[in-house]
């Protein structure tokens, strides 16, 4: 008697290269996703993963005074000149459960740049990264600061910092709690796959990369979030997320790593770069740097802009360029 498994189709190979695996422009996903994100933004409050609060707050309130006190004391000039003293961080990461054909995968992970609060500030960055050869770009949120800017221009200024590099398989972004849903037509126009709640993959050699990609849980957080973290599809998995505090949902899912930003590390920091302010509402101890959460290795971005005021003290804004690496059972990043 013939053996059923040996007749049964073999599952398909996973598709080579970077691809979608759910959502997307003018799917019901995206259509769902877009009439919720017009809903929360009309309403004038923060949604965050602990409910609604009011918008703005004292480091909105007291930037004006904050900026005269830096210029009294003598130390505006200095704070501008380190937000534009931009870091290059580089990570070898071994991650247990790596697919061997991602074996030194290259992933360049930007964040929150705020490109109209430091003009030129594209510019200066492309030069710093031209000819840089990586696989991936990940993007995680706050590319403009102020929503009244055109999204346009915003897109415009993404496409400027990434001109020079050599990206193999393409780039994925999420949206920040500055970002509004008119940001995504312009991002995805320049190429950018923007994942609003939604999957992806890169394929190669039949294993994959899976990418799940939030809306931002500082304002507009819904219950999609962590549902799509919850339906990433089988494979190696990977969160983008703006902020970290989906940390918890993700690394139930199953996600091995974690990429956000939003904290900019704290951007005006105690000296030795302990943050004063982290805009958290959870999970406060992973503010900066990298973490881990259960079995899942994370990384909060310093991000590469500043907000509100364009300076930043013992606090560098930085890119990072993660190396993966496979690892045995047990292996990873120091604590």
């Known amino acids: 008697m013939p053996d059923p498994a040996a007749s049964a189709p073999a599952s ?17 996903a995206r259509r769902r996703w877009r009439e919720t994100r017009d809903r929360l933004e009309a309403s004038g409050r923060r949604h965050t993963v602990r409910g609604p609060r009011r918008s ?6 007291g930037a004006p005074a904050m900026a005269r006190a830096l210029w009294l004391a ?51 960055v492309a030069r710093r990264l031209d000819g840089l050869a990586v696989d991936l770009v990940a ?20 496409e400027a910092l990434l001109a020079g590099l050599r990206i193999g398989d393409g780039c994925l972004a ?31 050699g039949g294993q994959r990369l899976v990418f799940t990609g939030t809306d931002d849980p ?15 599809p089988a494979g190696f998995r990977v969160a983008l997320v703006h902020t970290p505090e989906l940390a918890g949902p993700a690394a139930e899912a199953g996600h091995a790593l974690y990429l956000c930003g939003h904290t900019h590390g704290g951007q005006i920091c105690l000296p030795g770069g302990r943050p004063v302010i982290t ?57």
Do not use: K
């Open 139 to 158: 993007l995680t949120g706050d590319f403009q600061h102020h929503w009244w800017v055109d999204p346009e221009v915003s897109a415009r200024d993404l």
């Open 56 to 61: 703005g707050g004292l480091l909105y309130r």
């Open 279 to 335: 805009q958290l509402t959870v999970n406060r101890h992973l503010a900066r740097g990298w973490w881990r959460h259960g079995a899942m290795v994370g990384h909060t971005s310093r991000g590469l802009g500043s907000a509100n005021l364009a300076v930043r003290f013992n606090c560098p804004p930085a890119l990072t360029l993660v190396t993966l690496r496979a690892a045995s059972e047990g292996d990873g990043p120091p604590q």
């Open 12 to 28: 398909p190979a996973p598709a080579e290269g970077l691809h979608r695996l759910s959502g997307g422009a003018g799917t019901p």
């Open 74 to 124: 003598g130390l505006r000039d200095r704070g501008e000149r380190n937000a534009r003293a931009v870091v290059l961080e580089e990570r070898s990461l071994e991650l247990p459960g790596l697919p061997a054909a991602f074996d030194g995968y290259r992933l360049l992970h930007v964040s929150d740049p705020h490109f109209e609060n430091i003009p030129g500030l594209a510019e200066s």
């Open 174 to 204: 999420v949206l920040g709690n500055h970002d509004g849903a008119h940001l995504v037509e312009p991002l995805e126009t320049a190429g950018v796959q923007v994942l609003a709640n939604e999957h992806a993959a890169v394929g190669r």
């Open 218 to 232: 500082a304002c507009f957080f819904s219950a999609a979030a962590p549902a799509a973290l919850a339906s990433a």
